[in-house]
C-alpha cells in the first residue's frame, strides 16, 4: 500500500458528461501528480500541484482541469467526455518537488461509452 | 524530437539468471533517472533513482547504470525470481522541471520457473 488513495475505483460515463477523480496524498506529501495512461500513449503526465500551487503542467486538455485543496487532497475535474478520454488515471505524491521519487495511488479506471 | 524508449518486446528469462533492461533516450538532458515497476492493474511502484553524476546504483538484486553520453539506462535484476515478473518503466527527471517525470513506454518481464 503506497498511503495514496483514488477514489473512485472505476468510473463508467457516457460522452459529453463531467466527472470528478479524487486523491488523497501519502501522509505529509505536499506535491500531488496526476498521470493518465492509456496503451497508446503510456503514462503521460498531466499536472503538478506543490502545497496547494500549480507548479506544472503537461499536456493537459483545457477541458481537464485540477486542484489542490489546504488539506493537500487533489480533484481532476474533466469535462466534455470524449471517447479517447478513456484511460486509467493515476495521482502521485511526494514530499517535496525535486529529484523525488513518487508514490502512486491504484488509479482510476475511466471508461466513456 | 525527443523520445524515450525501453525494450518493446517482453523479455522472457528463465528463474536464475540476470534480466537487462534498456532505456534510450534522445534530445534531453535529464537531471536524473528512475525506474518503476507496475503490475497490472496497479500503480507504479518507485525502485531506483540515480542522478546525472552517477554511473551506477545498487539495491539488494537490482542495479541501474547510467550513461549520459550513450543517452542510456541500463537495469539489471540478478537471481531472477517469478515474482520479478512485471512491467518496468524508466523515467526521466528533466532540470527546471520540478517533480514531473517522462515516462518510457515500459518493458513487460516474464520470468519462468
Known amino acids: 500500500d503506497s498511503g495514496v488513495t483514488q477514489t473512485p475505483k472505476h468510473l463508467i460515463t457516457a460522452t459529453g458528461q463531467r466527472v470528478t477523480l479524487r486523491c488523497s496524498p501519502r501522509?505529509?506529501?505536499?506535491?500531488v501528480y496526476w498521470y493518465q495512461q492509456s496503451l497508446d500513449q503510456g503514462l503521460q503526465f498531466l499536472i503538478h500541484y506543490y502545497n496547494g500551487e500549480e507548479r506544472a503542467k503537461g499536456n493537459i486538455l483545457e477541458r481537464f482541469s485540477a486542484q489542490q485543496f489546504p488539506d493537500l487532497h487533489s480533484e481532476l475535474n474533466l469535462s466534455s467526455l470524449e471517447l479517447g478520454d478513456s484511460a486509467l488515471y493515476f495521482c502521485a505524491s511526494s514530499v517535496g518537488t525535486l529529484n523525488e521519487k513518487l508514490f502512486f495511488g491504484s488509479g482510476t479506471q475511466l471508461s466513456v461509452l | 524530437s525527443q523520445k524515450i524508449e525501453q525494450n518493446s518486446e517482453a523479455l522472457n528469462i528463465q528463474e536464475g539468471k540476470t534480466a537487462t533492461l534498456t532505456c534510450n533516450y534522445t534530445n534531453y538532458s535529464p537531471a536524473y533517472l528512475q525506474w518503476y515497476r507496475q503490475d497490472p492493474g496497479r500503480g507504479p511502484v518507485f525502485l531506483l533513482l540515480i542522478r546525472e553524476n552517477e554511473k551506477e546504483k545498487r539495491k539488494e538484486r537490482l542495479k541501474v547504470t547510467f550513461d549520459t553520453t550513450l543517452k542510456q539506462s541500463l537495469f539489471h535484476i540478478t537471481a531472477s525470481q517469478p515474482a520479478d515478473s512485471a512491467t518496468y518503466l524508466c523515467a526521466l527527471g528533466l532540470y527546471n522541471q520540478g517533480g514531473k517525470l517522462i515516462f518510457g513506454q515500459g518493458t513487460e518481464l516474464s520470468v519462468k520457473p
Open positions: 501522509s505529509g506529501d505536499l506535491s
